[in-house]
C-alpha cells in the first residue's frame, strides 16, 4: 500500500540537516505534492499512504521537520529555537533544494496545515493547490473543542486525566492510557493502530521536545509555545485554492475547520463520515480520490 521512495537525501539546514523522501514523479510531468506532517514533532510515518498519490508524471514528497525522525534532533536547543518561522523557513529549504519552489501542491495534515496556512498567507507564487486537512486556524478554538469531546468521555478517563494534569505528572502511564481513550475515538479510530501510525506516536516518545515546547503533553492539554496561535484574521489572504478535508469524529470537529470555510476565497469541504483524525488512514481510498482529484483540477 504504501510504495517505496524513488529518492531519499538530506536537505542542510541552518547548520543541520531535514532528512526527505520522494516517491514517483520520473518524469515530473505534473506539479509535485509536498506534505506537512503534524505534530509539531510527530514525524512523516502516519501520513506515507498519500503516498499513494505518486506516479510516474507527479511527486509526492515528504520530510521529516527539524527536531524529529531521521531529521537532525536537538534536545538541548533554547525553547525559543522552535518557532512557527523556523518551519516556514524550512519548508522554504526543502523546496527550494528539490527545485520544485516554482510550482507544487501543498498538504498540511494536523499542525501541518497550520503550517501550509502560514505559508499560503505568504502567497507563495509556486503554490497551485492548497490542502488543509484536519487543522485549526487557532489553539484556542482547538483547545476549547478538544475539552468538549474531552468531557464526553468516561467519567474515570476525565479524573484520570484531571488528577495528572494537575500534579504535573503527565508523564505517569495512567494519564497515557487515559489519552489513549481520547486517541482511539477522535484520532484514529482504526484500532490497533496501523504500523505507520504508532511509528510517529513511537517517534514523539522517543524524543518529544519539539511537541512538549510547542504543545504540551496531550492534544486537549495545550500549555506549550503555540497556546495563543491565531490566524483567524490572516486566511483572507491565501489566494491559492483550498480543499478542505476532516473527519465526522475528528477532533478538528467542524466548528474548528469552519473559520478555513468562512474565509479563504475558493475552497472546499469534505468531510469523511467513517473518520476522525487521519481520514488518509480511516479512509484511504476515498480520502486520496479527493486529493488526487483535487490536484487535477489545479494543475491546469
Given amino acids: 500500500m504504501i510504495p517505496e521512495p524513488r529518492l531519499t537525501g538530506l536537505v542542510p539546514f541552518r547548520g543541520h540537516q531535514t532528512w526527505f523522501r520522494v516517491s514517483g514523479g520520473e518524469r515530473a510531468a505534473l506539479p509535485p505534492l509536498v506534505v506537512l506532517h503534524g505534530g509539531p514533532g510527530a514525524c512523516h510515518d502516519y501520513t506515507l499512504r498519500l503516498a499513494g498519490l505518486a506516479r510516474p508524471e507527479r511527486a509526492v514528497v515528504h520530510y521529516d521537520q527539524l527536531g524529529c525522525g531521521r531529521s537532525t534532533h536537538l534536545r538541548d536547543a533554547d525553547p525559543g529555537f522552535w518557532t512557527v518561522q523556523l518551519f516556514l523557513d524550512e519548508l522554504d529549504a526543502v523546496l527550494a533544494h528539490l527545485g520544485i519552489s516554482g510550482r507544487y501542491h501543498l498538504l498540511g495534515q494536523s499542525w501541518g496545515g497550520m503550517l501550509a496556512a502560514e505559508h499560503a498567507i505568504r502567497r507563495p507564487l509556486g503554490l497551485r493547490g492548497l490542502v488543509i486537512a484536519d487543522s485549526p486556524p487557532s489553539m484556542e478554538l482547538w483547545v476549547r473543542e478538544a475539552n468538549r469531546l474531552r468531557a464526553l468521555l468516561p467519567a474515570e478517563v476525565q479524573a484520570t486525566l484531571l488528577r ?44 518529544p521536545t519539539v511537541y512538549h515546547t510547542m504543545n504540551g503533553p496531550s492534544e486537549f492539554h495545550c500549555i506549550g509555545s503555540l497556546r495563543n496561535w491565531d490566524i483567524t484574521g490572516q486566511l483572507k489572504h491565501i489566494r491559492a485554492t483550498t480543499l478542505l478535508i476532516s473527519g465526522r469524529h475528528d477532533e478538528a470537529t467542524a466548528a474548528v475547520m469552519r473559520p478555513f470555510a468562512d474565509r479563504i476565497a475558493r475552497n472546499r469541504w469534505v468531510i469523511f463520515e467513517n473518520s476522525s483524525h487521519m481520514p488518509h488512514v480511516e479512509e484511504t481510498a476515498a480520502c486520496l480520490a479527493e486529493i488526487g482529484a483535487f490536484m487535477e483540477s489545479e494543475d491546469a
Avoid at 486517541?183 to 511509528?199: I, K, T, W
Fill in 164 to 207: 495528572h494534569e494537575q500534579a504535573g505528572t503527565t508523564d505517569d502511564p495512567a494519564y497515557e492510557a487515559a489519552t489513549q481513550v481520547f486517541y482511539a475515538r477522535h484520532v484514529c479510530r482504526v484500532q490497533p493502530m496501523p504500523d505507520e501510525v504508532l511509528a510517529s506516536f513511537a517517534g514523539i516518545a522517543a524524543d
